[in-house]
């Protein structure tokens, strides 16, 4: 149903073990969560199903049954099995398919070309964070954020700090986040030199990466996967950091270069080294992109326009009404 956006709190949320049932690799277990998630649909009987994680549903494709389905593409990795696999099927079916960056719509598009006359883009966006005196800025504090995996490419971002150093061997790096990388991560901060200029935060609470970027000199994003919208790089902008980050999937719809960051190739240390450089050298052009980069944030990424394009895209594809714009256009 359509309840109203300002009363999500009383909504209620029915927790499948979708994910529990893949790691399994049981078949009795993967068809008792298909069964489990046709009944709650045909129980609550929607007037339309938006799908949020394409590439957990796409094994519970069948379970959607006759419900109008909303696909908001999140990434392109499962994309590589082509337009035949549950993915490409999940898109095909969807009475709309949503791509978080144009370069995620253009993903989507490569897969099943069949989608482009339902296909639109609707850029991510976060709320504003909370108002109030920014913390001091340490000049030599860089800080990165996301989980330690490889696509993350923070061993470029070791590799940059370490040609650093030496001529600034007060600099130091907060990485803030866990996953299974964190070891070989601390290995090589170690056989780099490097143990005493990186700090492994682990897990931090949402609540306080916004404090943590704004003392921060800059915000590094060294991702070597495309990354399909790139959070980080609009908490940076809201934080009224600039931004050092690799050119890859929806990174440049956020970052406009020179004036909210710089861009460099994506596992290139060398061009990262000197893009983190200039900005240390630079203090008034860093803080001047980082004030140009707030208000990007403001304009281009209001979080209550956002929810109400979604709530009328939902509302629309509910009523079987034409979508206003279409082949990975910019939502109104």
Same mark, same amino acid.
């Given at each position: ?38 009944? &709650? ?77 339902? &296909? ?151 061009? &990262? ?40 895209? &939902? ?18």
């Amino acid at each position: 149903r359509m309840p109203d956006l300002m009363d999500f709190e009383s909504t209620p949320v029915h927790r499948l073990p979708m994910v529990e049932a893949l790691q399994q690799h049981d078949p009795q277990a993967l068809a008792r969560v298909r069964l489990q998630l046709a009944a &709650l649909i045909r129980q609550i009987a929607p007037q339309v199903c938006h799908v949020n994680s394409q590439d957990i549903t796409a094994y519970f494709l069948g379970a959607l049954g006759r419900c109008p389905s909303v696909v908001t593409v999140h990434s392109s990795a499962t994309f590589r099995l082509g337009a035949d696999s549950l993915m490409g099927r999940l898109l095909t079916g969807a009475a709309a398919v949503v791509g978080v960056s144009h370069a995620m719509s253009a993903d989507a598009r490569a897969l099943t070309p069949a989608i482009a006359p339902r &296909l639109v883009t609707l850029l991510n966006a976060l709320p504003e964070p909370p108002a109030g005196p920014p913390p001091p800025v340490d000049p030599q504090r860089l800080l990165a954020a996301g989980r330690l995996v490889v696509e993350k490419g923070f061993d470029v971002l070791l590799d940059a700090l370490a040609t650093l150093r030496p001529r600034w061997p007060a600099l130091k790096l907060v990485l803030l986040g866990d996953g299974p990388a964190r070891a070989e991560l601390e290995a090589q901060a170690a056989a780099l030199g490097l143990a005493d200029a990186v700090e492994f935060r682990g897990w931090v609470a949402p609540e306080r990466v916004h404090a943590e970027m704004q003392q921060s000199a800059l915000v590094v994003m060294p991702s070597v996967w495309r990354e399909p919208f790139g959070l980080i790089a609009l908490q940076a902008a809201q934080a009224g950091r600039p931004l050092v980050a690799s050119a890859t999937g929806g990174i440049p719809e956020i970052v406009q270069p020179e004036q909210t960051g710089l861009l460099v190739p994506p596992g290139d240390a060398a061009a &990262l080294a000197a893009a983190i450089e200039r900005l240390l050298q630079d203090p008034a052009q860093a803080d001047a992109m980082g004030a140009a980069a707030a208000l990007h944030a403001r304009t281009q990424f209001d979080f209550e326009r956002f929810v109400t394009r979604y709530e009328t895209l &939902l509302a629309t594809v509910a009523a079987g009404g034409e979508l206003p714009v279409s082949d990975g256009a910019l939502w109104p």
